[in-house]
């Protein structure tokens, strides 16, 4: 069906790395953002990727596949701080159209 | 990263009772979007404006909302008779070339 698919929660350590995982099946593609989301708060903007590949932005990256309905962010050198909901949302028409998100993935840093 | 204001930030109403937020986009920004976010983290599209008109509304909004976004005033939403259901945040956010800020929301909770 149509939608934005990411996994509930995720667990990693201070000082390594989470990656955050987005599928999506829509009726269009122009664009995916990332936005991460704290509790009772609205959503950082974080990313925006059209294009295929990995787009480096120091302490979040972020890659595409276009072919594979795929996307994922990835923290680097986490912090306690980086625990929050990460959001996935596809714009599928060009022009001003309303974004489609998933649930969010809820990353827990542990010490 | 966000300049988008949203006021109030916290609305309490009874059942029954009219419910309005509003929302100042970020200067520039040609087009203004309000989601509804549940406690299940689940956004819902409500409807956006390009100036002062309506690009796209889902049905519920249109028969139980009034927006509006008049040129030199705030953009608001004005939920008519308020139900139980409609306890949300409510997320402004305007638009540039395809990326979307979000305001701090306006959390409601209808008793």
């Known amino acids: 069906g149509q939608g934005v698919e990411q996994p509930a929660k995720l667990m990693s350590v201070e000082g390594t790395f989470a990656r955050v995982n987005c599928t999506y099946s829509t009726s269009g593609f122009n664009g995916l953002s990332w936005y991460q989301q704290r509790e009772g708060q609205a959503p950082v903007f974080l990313s925006y990727?059209?294009?295929?590949g990995l787009k480096d932005s120091g302490h979040f990256s972020t890659f595409l596949s276009r072919s594979n309905g795929y996307s994922y962010l990835l923290l680097t050198e986490l912090q306690i701080k980086d625990s929050a909901s990460y959001l996935c949302a596809v714009r599928p028409d060009s022009g001003y159209n309303k974004l489609t998100f998933g649930k969010g993935t809820v990353l827990l840093v542990s010490p | 990263n966000s300049k988008v204001i949203q006021t109030p930030r916290y609305l309490v109403k009874g059942q029954g009772q009219k419910a309005k937020m509003r929302c100042i986009p970020e200067?520039?920004?040609?087009?203004v979007f309000w989601y509804q976010q549940n406690k299940n983290n689940e956004f819902k599209f409500l409807i956006n404006?390009?100036?002062?008109?309506?690009?796209?509304q889902i049905d519920m909004t249109e028969k139980r909302f009034s927006a509006e976004c008049p040129s030199n005033s705030p953009c608001s939403l004005e939920i008519q008779s308020s139900e139980a259901g409609d306890s949300a945040l409510y997320l402004c956010?305007?638009?540039?070339?395809?990326?979307?800020?979000f305001g701090p929301g306006t959390r409601l909770l209808v008793l």
């Open positions: 200067k520039g920004h040609p087009v």
């Open positions: 990727v059209v294009l295929d």
């Open positions: 956010a305007s638009s540039l070339q395809g990326t979307q800020y």
């Open positions: 404006f390009q100036n002062q008109e309506v690009l796209q």
